[in-house]
Nanobody, 121 residues
Framework: QVQLVESGGGLVQAGGSLRLSCAAS????????MGWFRQAPGKEREFVVR????????NYADSVKGRFTISRDNAKNTVYLQMISLEPEDTAVYYC??????????????WGQGTQVTVSS
């Protein structure tokens, strides 16, 4: 089992920045690729970004490319999501997940509880 706890969400104005963190415990963190997904009200959960086990490979959804940056610190068992130039359309609950290096949520067996990001216009 892997336990994941997100933090860093909040309310920010459009154009602002936030940094989300996801702390892992349990099994060896570096054994898992990590992903961030988000779910806006009334919408399905969608892929945002993924990072490989070593951190050498990343892949972003087109909607966040150039604005979001994922990173991980395997020594600290933590993955980060730096978000800049936030837009109201980024408003959602953000989830981190641990699993295979995929873009579908079914590829990630372990999920955090989510953290709310609200971007005001």
């Amino acid at each position: 089992q892997v336990q994941l706890v997100e933090s860093g969400g909040g309310l920010v104005q459009a154009g602002g920045s936030l940094r989300l963190s996801c702390a892992a415990s349990g099994r060896t963190f570096s054994n898992y690729a990590m992903g961030w997904f988000r779910q806006a009200p009334g919408k399905e959960r969608e892929f945002v970004v993924r990072i490989s086990r070593s951190g050498a490979n990343t892949n972003y959804a087109d909607s966040v490319k150039g604005r979001f940056t994922i990173s991980r610190d395997n020594a600290k068992n933590t993955v980060y999501l730096q978000m800049i130039s936030l837009e109201p359309e980024d408003t959602a609950v953000y989830y981190c997940a641990a699993g295979a290096y995929g873009i579908r949520d079914r590829e990630y067996p372990y999920w955090g509880q989510g953290t709310q990001v609200t971007v005001s216009s």
